[in-house]
């Protein structure tokens, strides 16, 4: 019984990898889509979201099962219920490389953003997709000595999108109001993305030593525009 | 022991309540504040999250002790199981009350809004005050039939948050891209924090029918525009 109850919780942390895959995948084709203007590749995102939210809702079963034939132990109740708040997160993720490809089909055939900040978008994809993985391998290994690394990821993400603001608030923007809402609310998915895997790790950390979400959950954003979501 | 577990329920169910209530007061305030450009009210909004969260943080731990203390049956692992996501929520609707009183804050003394688009601002932050209140009814008396209602706030704030689009993409808005972004991002605000409100009673219907939240999850959204968070 024990036995088969540790293996149903390896499944769970085993679909949650897998949900960091997806996403980063997603996340990954979503920024090519957007850099190329690419349609079809941007459908394609949009089109595999369904199978990250499928996956959610099997966790949330899962969870909800094993909880529910079991009688769990502290440790492991408590892997159960951050299992439920990790997919929603992981989820979320999903939805913002969706929310990238959305924003290259309306736009498409034109391009949502400006050759000059291709570079800056194409950093923020790199990023996102690295700090997805990192995320992945915390959440399959439990070595929370990996959160620096997310954390870090995280910083840098920040700068990029504090620089993107910086640069269609400046007098000199050369482009139009459009373009300018474009660039922000990309950026913005961007950062998003990385605040959710940084919550993500955060409650590796709780499942890992047992200290609470607050206690972990120190900002360590100083941004001037916060956005939330 | 059975009567003491459902009191403990019923305390987890009057933390989530009052939840809204901090949060409906929340939003409210911070609409007064981005109207009147009144630094010192949008202030005691940003303070006043902390209690949120450590609301969410109370329930979670709440959550926690009953399901460890217990062997609680199907129907009331749901509601634990539901407490915590829907304390996620609602901790995020918080957050997105305190980024309207930040962006009061950032723009002081010049308002965020110009004076045009304050009628419009006035009907989203009394819409989501509406929302936040009909959310907590759901939630107390586990009455599904204002969903409909929450559904249809969720609706108006979508066609508000479209319109205000509208507005600062046309070509005669006769602001700057600073504006256009403030209002964009206020806008989105607005409408995530309707979305959460949804998201909330989506998952009440799930306590109450057992239905699966993917069942009940057909986005109603048809915006040419979807925001992420």
Redesign the interface.
């Known amino acids: 019984m024990r036995e088969h109850f540790h293996d149903q919780l390896d499944a769970v942390t085993d679909e949650l990898v897998q949900m960091t895959r997806l996403v980063g995948s997603a996340i990954n084709r979503a920024t090519q889509a957007l850099l190329d203007a690419d349609l079809q590749l941007a459908e394609s995102v949009i089109e595999g979201d369904e199978a990250v939210?499928?996956l959610a809702?099997e966790i949330?079963?899962q969870?909800?099962d094993i909880?529910?034939r079991q009688?769990?132990?502290?440790t492991d109740?408590?892997v159960i219920?951050s299992g439920?708040?990790i997919s929603?997160s992981v989820e979320?993720m999903g939805?913002?490389a969706?929310?990238v490809a959305?924003q290259t089909r309306?736009r498409y055939p034109k391009s949502s953003i400006p050759p000059e900040l291709r570079g800056t978008f194409a950093q923020m994809g790199g990023l996102a997709e690295a700090i997805c993985s990192k995320t992945g391998m915390v959440i399959l290994t439990k070595d929370v000595s990996h959160v620096a690394a997310v954390e870090s990821y995280d910083d840098q993400m920040d700068r990029l999108h504090r620089e993107l603001f910086g640069i269609?608030?400046a007098p000199d923007?050369p482009h139009g109001?459009?373009e300018?809402?474009d660039v922000?609310?990309l950026s913005?998915?961007y950062e998003?993305f990385a605040d959710h895997a940084v919550t993500v790790t955060k409650r590796m950390v709780h499942i890992v030593t047992g200290k609470?979400?607050?206690e972990v959950s120190v900002d360590p954003l100083t941004a001037?525009?916060?956005?939330?979501?």
Do not use: N
């Not at 009688?71 to 502290?74: F, G, I, L």
């Not at 001037?224 to 979501?229: A, K, P, R, V």
């Open positions: 939210d499928l809702a949330d079963d969870c909800f909880a529910a009688a769990p132990v502290a109740l408590r219920m439920i708040r929603m979320r939805d913002l969706k929310h959305k309306l269609v608030m923007w109001v459009e300018a809402i922000t609310l913005r998915y998003r609470s979400y607050a001037i525009m916060e956005t939330g979501g």
